[in-house]
Structures are given as structure tokens and as C-alpha cells.
């Protein structure tokens, strides 16, 4: 199915230090959500993104919602181990029903 | 319940069996979605039920999948003759109505059910 490209796949980080991941689209989306999935556990939502060029936080995190409506990004600063997960971009283009989610990104976090 | 809870958490099963996978979602929510993630994969959407409106089934891979929502609440997936490519996590998530842009709607997902064709 439809997917979004999400970068980078995968990051090796020390603790303390700022990760940045970003996901593009072909499409116009008019909702980005970044999401966290643990091993075993379902997606557990962070940040939701309804305006183009809406910038939110969620405590270290940070998100942007791209003003083009084609891309979004989610930065963590001052990364600790819990951190460790792996963290899915989704988006919704102006019609349609559906989510649809990019392939994820894979933090580790080394103490 | 507080959140959205599926059954069974794990499953495996016999290639040629069919399998049903269950789905509460949060009281009160009216948009339910099912979505498939395979090992190191994104979610891939199946099925999408928004009140008593007829569903989108469009993200089904084959006739072989099929989902009810009975009474607007619980959801059953069914995957009938299972074959190894069906081998994921089946995701279930619901919101309080079909998300939509500026109203502050988010999706919340249930644990998976983790399928396993032998």
C-alpha cells in the first residue's frame, strides 16, 4: 500500500544528544501525527499537526508541520535511553478516510 | 474499557485455518481501523468503519480478509484459509470520530494481535 518515505531508517545516538527525523509525501497531507511503538506495544501517539507550518511540543520533542503540506518533522533534544523505540510518522491527504503511516525510524539510544 | 483492547494478543495458527481477531474499541468512539504491520514494516491500512456508514474497504489485500463492526462498537477481523505472507501484527485503533483536519481528533491504538501461519 501507500506509504510515506520516512528518514533516516535507523539511528545509533549517545545520550544527550539531539535526533532529528523528517517524512515527505507526494500527496498534501492536512494532518501529520508522529507516533512511538515499543517492542510488543501498539503505536502510542506524541505529536498531532493540523496547520501547515504549526510547530508543537511535547516536552523534548518538537514537530513542524511543513509549510509545502508535503513534509513534517520531529526532533528530540537531549535524547536519554527510554527514548529507545521506534517512531512512525502518519499522515491524512485532504479526502480520503485513511492514515497512512511511513516505515518508521529505529532509535538507539546509547547510555 | 480505557483503551482499545484486542484479542487474542498472540496467535498461531495452522496454514489453510481461518482466523477471527477481536477489537473493543474506546467507549463512545465512533471511527474504527484495523492496520497490518509486518516485521520491520510500516502499518498498512485494511479496513476503516466511521458509525453506520458503509466502510472503506479498499486497504483489504484479498477476498480472503474480511471485518464486521456489530452495534457500532466491537470488530471482528476474519482471515479466512491463512497463508504465511498473513504472518503480522494486526493492529486496531479507534478515535472519537473520523479524524479530521483542525479538530484536535487522534487515533488510538490497541496492543496488536500478533498472528503467526505455521
Known amino acids: 500500500g501507500q506509504q510515506l518515505n520516512q528518514s533516516p531508517q535507523s539511528m545509533f545516538i549517545q545520550e544527550g544528544e539531539d535526533v532529528s527525523m523528517n517524512c515527505t509525501s507526494s500527496s498534501i497531507f492536512n494532518t501529520w501525527l508522529w507516533y512511538k511503538q515499543e517492542p510488543g506495544e501498539g503505536p502510542v501517539l506524541l505529536i498531532a499537526l493540523y496547520k501547515a507550518g504549526e510547530l508543537t511540543s511535547n516536552g523534548r520533542l518538537t514537530a513542524q508541520f511543513g509549510i509545502t503540506r508535503k513534509d513534517s518533522f520531529l526532533n528530540i533534544s537531549a535524547s536519554i535511553p527510554s527514548d529507545v523505540g521506534i517512531y512512525f510518522c502518519?499522515?491524512?491527504?485532504?479526502?480520503?478516510?485513511?492514515?497512512?503511516f511511513g516505515e518508521g525510524t529505529q532509535l538507539t539510544v546509547n547510555p | 474499557g480505557a483503551g482499545v483492547s484486542q484479542s487474542p494478543s498472540n496467535k498461531v495458527t495452522e496454514k489453510g485455518k481461518d482466523v477471527e481477531l477481536r477489537c473493543d474499541p474506546i467507549s463512545g468512539h465512533t471511527a474504527l481501523y484495523w492496520y497490518r504491520q509486518s516485521l520491520g514494516q510500516g502499518l498498512e491500512f485494511l479496513i476503516y468503519?466511521?458509525?453506520?456508514?458503509?466502510?472503506?474497504k479498499s486497504g483489504l489485500p484479498s477476498d480472503r480478509f474480511s471485518a464486521e463492526r456489530t452495534g457500532g462498537s466491537v470488530s471482528t477481523l476474519t482471515i479466512q484459509r491463512t497463508q504465511q505472507e498473513d504472518s503480522a501484527v494486526y493492529l486496531c485503533?479507534?478515535?472519537?470520530?473520523?479524524?479530521?483536519?483542525?479538530?484536535?481528533?487522534?487515533?488510538?491504538f490497541g496492543e496488536g494481535s500478533w498472528l503467526t501461519v505455521v
Open positions: 468503519f466511521q458509525g453506520n456508514s458503509a466502510p472503506d
Open positions: 502518519a499522515g491524512k491527504e485532504t479526502s480520503g478516510s485513511r492514515l497512512t
Open positions: 485503533a479507534s478515535s472519537l470520530r473520523y479524524i479530521e483536519a483542525y479538530s484536535g481528533n487522534t487515533i488510538y
